[in-house]
């Protein structure tokens, strides 16, 4: 429940308890990580963590935009910068190499993040590509985030309740607000910074005795109408898949949705697993036809279409990469039986 501070006849956002000197430690800063799509208000489906120093999250949201998120004890100018170029080097990977970051592996990838949307329902947009999690937040990248879009900045703010345990206030950064230190009235300076307009507090996370997580959130019924599947008239009697989308229907492990932006909207659509493409109700044999469909340069299809926030034309890449390495294993294979 939001608490308030009553100051000068008007309810102020604020949060209770006396705030600690301490950074974030080593324990908390690997608790923050544990938890951290707990504590952050965004849908994502985890990835993996890298292996150094500081980790870096690679996740993916339910539009299929790749996130990249830290856990940090302060953050500058420098080091956002830093976190931006992470974030940007990571969007420019391929889906394969996006997904051959997965513990299991790119099979296991597929798996999961079939099961992940299927939960979420249909026409989600994308979120934040970069959250940080900081315990201190320089004024100067307070400023940046007042104009930057795909950032989502937290101030983690640690403080000792009554009974001495630690409390964990995790908050987006965006206006100032008070805080209550031994019944008086303290506004803070703007790098404490609490939600967006409209939001709640932050949720406070008790550190000692460890907090038990939760139960799961139910899953999100997806309603939407599938219109039925009709055959495009240039199609004829029987499709003629293009077999390159029928190698990216495998490789994705398709249906898949894709979409694409022309004229000002979004188009959406479907890859399914035979390699066709539905749009509006109409399955295709190859992308070309999907683009002209929507008004679209056929000859700019395999840029234009989208899938899980990458150019088909790279997952085509990707599919003739994996076909190739397993026609090499292939023949490795037969000259050493023979």
Same mark, same amino acid.
Request: hydrophobic share 45%.
């Given at each position: 429940?939001?608490?308030?501070?009553?100051?000068?006849?008007?309810?102020?956002?604020?949060?209770?308890?006396?705030?600690?000197?301490?950074?974030?430690?080593?324990?908390?800063?690997?608790?923050?990580?544990?938890?951290?799509?707990?504590?952050?208000?965004?849908?994502?489906?985890?990835?993996?963590?890298?292996?150094?120093?500081?980790?870096?999250?690679?996740?993916?949201?339910?539009?299929?935009?790749?996130?990249?998120?830290?856990?940090?004890?302060? %953050?500058?100018?420098?080091?956002?910068?830093?976190?931006?170029?992470?974030?940007?080097?990571?969007?420019?990977?391929?889906?394969?190499?996006? =997904?051959?970051?997965?513990?299991?592996?790119?099979?296991?990838?597929?798996?999961?993040?079939?099961?992940?949307?299927?939960?979420?329902?249909?026409?989600?947009?994308?979120?934040?590509?970069?959250?940080?999690?900081?315990?201190?937040?320089?004024?100067?990248?307070?400023?940046?985030?007042?104009?930057?879009?795909?950032?989502?900045?937290?101030?983690?703010?640690?403080?000792?309740?009554?009974?001495?345990?630690?409390?964990?206030?995790?908050?987006?950064?965006?206006?100032?607000?008070?805080?209550?230190?031994?019944?008086?009235?303290?506004?803070?300076?703007?790098?404490?910074?609490?939600?967006?307009?409209?939001?709640?507090?932050?949720?406070?996370?008790?550190?000692?005795?460890?907090?038990?997580?939760?139960?799961? =959130?139910?899953? %999100?019924?997806?309603?939407?109408?599938?219109?039925?599947?009709?055959?495009?008239?240039?199609?004829?009697?029987?499709?003629?898949?293009?077999?390159?989308?029928?190698?990216?229907?495998?490789?994705?492990?398709?249906?898949?949705?894709?979409?694409?932006?022309?004229?000002?909207?979004?188009?959406?659509?479907?890859?399914?697993?035979?390699?066709?493409?539905?749009?509006?109700?109409?399955?295709?044999?190859?992308?070309?036809?999907?683009?002209?469909?929507?008004?679209?340069?056929?000859?700019?299809?395999?840029?234009?279409?989208?899938?899980?926030?990458?150019?088909?034309?790279? =997952?085509?890449?990707?599919?003739?990469?994996?076909?190739?390495?397993?026609?090499?294993?292939?023949?490795?294979?037969?000259?050493?039986?023979?």
């Amino acid at each position: 429940m939001p608490s308030f501070a009553f100051d000068s006849g008007l309810l102020v956002p604020t949060v209770l308890g006396r705030r600690t000197s301490t950074p974030l430690t080593p324990e908390l800063r690997r608790a923050l990580r544990q938890y951290l799509l707990d504590v952050v208000d965004v849908d994502l489906l985890p990835i993996s963590w890298s292996d150094e120093a500081e980790p870096v999250l690679t996740a993916m949201d339910p539009a299929g935009q790749v996130v990249t998120a830290i856990v940090v004890d302060s %953050i500058d100018g420098v080091g956002l910068v830093r976190a931006l170029a992470r974030a940007g080097e990571t969007a420019a990977s391929s889906w394969l190499a996006i =997904a051959s970051r997965h513990p299991g592996g790119v099979d296991e990838f597929r798996r999961a993040w079939s099961a992940f949307r299927e939960t979420r329902p249909a026409g989600a947009q994308p979120g934040p590509q970069l959250i940080v999690l900081a315990g201190a937040v320089d004024p100067e990248v307070l400023a940046a985030t007042r104009v930057m879009h795909g950032v989502l900045v937290y101030s983690v703010d640690v403080r000792e309740g009554s009974n001495g345990d630690e409390l964990v206030d995790v908050s987006a950064v965006h206006r100032p607000r008070v805080r209550v230190l031994d019944h008086d009235v303290v506004h803070e300076p703007e790098q404490l910074a609490l939600l967006s307009d409209g939001a709640a507090p932050g949720a406070l996370v008790a550190l000692a005795p460890p907090a038990v997580a939760g139960d799961e =959130a139910p899953p %999100i019924e997806d309603t939407a109408v599938i219109p039925p599947v009709v055959p495009d008239d240039d199609a004829g009697d029987e499709l003629r898949i293009d077999p390159q989308l029928v190698a990216v229907a495998s490789l994705v492990g398709a249906p898949m949705p894709i979409e694409a932006h022309t004229n000002g909207q979004l188009r959406t659509g479907s890859l399914q697993a035979d390699g066709t493409v539905l749009v509006d109700g109409a399955a295709h044999p190859t992308l070309e036809s999907a683009a002209a469909r929507i008004g679209a340069e056929p000859a700019h299809a395999w840029s234009l279409w989208q899938i899980a926030g990458f150019p088909m034309a790279d =997952a085509r890449d990707e599919a003739a990469r994996a076909a190739e390495e397993e026609s090499a294993v292939e023949t490795r294979s037969r000259r050493r039986r023979h």
